[in-house]
Each structure stands twice: as C-alpha cells, then as structure tokens.
C-alpha cells in the first residue's frame, strides 16, 4: 500500500528527493513518516507529518536539510533531501499511521513500504 522511490548514488552535498505513493490509503486519514535503517544500526525516525494539523517533525540531525512534504491530490509525500552526508546513507522506509500524532515511534506505524537506498559517496 506504500511504495517508496526516488533513492540513489550521490556525493556529499547532493540532493535526492524521495517520493512515497499511498494510492490505497485514505491518504488524508494517514499520519506519513520517513524511516531509516544504515547497516548495523537500528531504524531511525527521520521526518513525519501529521494527518491532524500538518505539523512536521524532524530528527535533529536532518534539520535544515531535509523537508517533508506532501500532495494530497497525488496521494504522495515527498522527502527532499539537500547537504547529504555520507552518514545519511541507509535504506528510507516510508510509514502510515492510521489517525497518527505524526510522531517518529516507528512502534506507532500500522503501514510500510518497501524501502529504497540512498548512498552518499565521501
């Protein structure tokens, strides 16, 4: 029900913007999280926006450089990546919680996409 897309191979300093397609869900129902999962490490809340208010919540280490996003039309939201660091490398999930806070438990999230890469090259 989630798809995520947009990852790649990028150098320090580039950008991505990653996209996740809920086309199945009561989109505006849905609280929408970025996760995110480097290799040896434990998955991580990277960004969230609320199905309430639209308010956006951000891991300290991505503010000022990631935004959230989303296009209720296109039932998508979007994760616009700029500064990459190479400790941003890791597999982005995008999540759904049903009447959700838009908080970055991932325990709070019913829905997961499969992830996509992203590589930041040093």
């Known amino acids: 029900q989630l798809q995520a897309s947009g990852g790649g191979l990028v150098q320090t300093g580039g950008s991505l913007r990653l996209s996740c397609a809920a086309s199945?869900?009561?989109?505006?129902?849905?609280?929408i999280a970025w996760f995110r999962q480097a290799p040896g490490k434990d998955r991580e809340g990277v960004a969230s926006?609320?199905?309430?208010?639209?308010?956006?919540h951000y891991r300290e280490s991505v503010k000022g450089r990631f935004t959230i996003s989303n296009d209720n039309a296109k039932k998508t939201v979007y994760l616009h990546m700029t500064g990459l660091k190479p400790e941003d490398t890791a597999i982005y999930y995008c999540?759904?919680?049903?009447?959700?806070?838009?908080?970055?438990?991932?325990?709070?999230?019913?829905?997961w996409g499969l992830g996509t890469q992203v590589t930041v090259s040093s």
């Open positions: 926006i609320s199905s309430h208010d639209g308010s956006r």
């Open positions: 199945e869900l009561a989109f505006d129902e849905y609280s």
């Open positions: 999540a759904a919680d049903f009447l959700g806070l838009g908080d970055l438990y991932e325990y709070d999230y019913d829905y």
